[in-house]
C-alpha cells in the first residue's frame, strides 16, 4: 500500500479546516486532525459531504461523541467526560470543595466546564462561579477573572490555551489572585 500525505495548519480556525475537507473533496481516504475541538467539528460535517472520515488525535469536546450529528468522526482520546471525573475526585481528595472555573469560550471549553460541573455534584465539588472568556480577548479574560475574584472562591481551574495564558496570569496579578489566599 502507498502511504501519502498533505500537511496543512487550520491555525486553530475552523474556516481553515473546512476549506481543506471541501478542497480535498473525495480525494483523500481519511482527515488526521485537527487537534482542536472547535476546528474537527466543522472539518468532520465538510467532510461528511465527501464520505471521508476524520481522526483526530486530540479534540476531546464531549459534542463530538454525538454520532447523528458526526457520524464519520473518530478520535484516539476519551472524551472530557472522563478527564472531568478524574479532576472531581482530585479536587474532592484535596479537599477543595467550592471551585470556580474559567473557560475559553469553544466546543473544548464549553463541554469540558459542564463536564466538570456534573462530576462535581457527584463527588461533592461545588462550583460556585463559572466563566467563560473569548480567546485572545483581554477585556473578556478580564471579566471572567473578576468574577472569580469576586465570588470569594479560593480554587479556580482553568480550561485554556496557552496563547491566553499570559493575560490570564497578567489579569489575575493585577487583580490581586497570585497569592497564597488562591490556589
Known amino acids: 500500500a502507498n502511504v501519502t500525505f498533505e500537511l496543512l495548519d487550520t491555525r486553530g480556525l475552523p ?7 471541501l478542497g480535498w473533496g473525495s480525494s483523500v481516504d481519511v482527515i488526521v486532525g ?7 467539528g466543522p472539518t468532520s460535517l465538510a467532510a461528511q459531504v465527501y464520505d471521508v472520515p476524520v481522526l483526530s488525535y486530540a479534540s476531546t469536546a464531549v459534542s463530538l461523541s454525538d454520532k447523528d450529528s458526526y457520524p464519520l468522526f473518530h478520535r484516539t482520546v476519551p472524551p472530557d467526560a472522563e478527564a472531568a471525573d478524574a479532576m472531581a475526585s482530585l479536587l474532592a481528595f484535596l479537599n477543595f470543595t467550592r471551585i470556580g472555573i474559567m473557560f475559553i469560550n469553544d466546543p473544548w471549553g464549553n463541554g469540558y466546564a459542564n463536564d466538570l460541573t456534573a462530576a462535581g455534584v457527584q463527588k461533592g465539588v461545588h462550583v460556585a462561579v463559572s466563566r467563560k472568556y473569548a480567546t485572545r480577548d483581554r477585556a473578556s ?8 475574584s469576586g465570588s470569594g472562591v479560593r480554587v ?3 480550561f485554556m490555551f496557552s496563547q491566553d495564558l499570559l493575560d490570564i496570569v497578567d489579569v489575575s496579578s493585577e487583580l490581586g489572585m497570585l497569592n497564597t489566599e488562591h490556589a
Open 34 to 40: 485537527a487537534s482542536r475541538s472547535a476546528v474537527s
Open 156 to 158: 479556580i481551574v482553568c
Open 15 to 21: 474556516s481553515e479546516g473546512v476549506k481543506a475537507a
Open 141 to 148: 479574560i478580564r471579566a471572567a477573572a473578576s468574577a472569580m
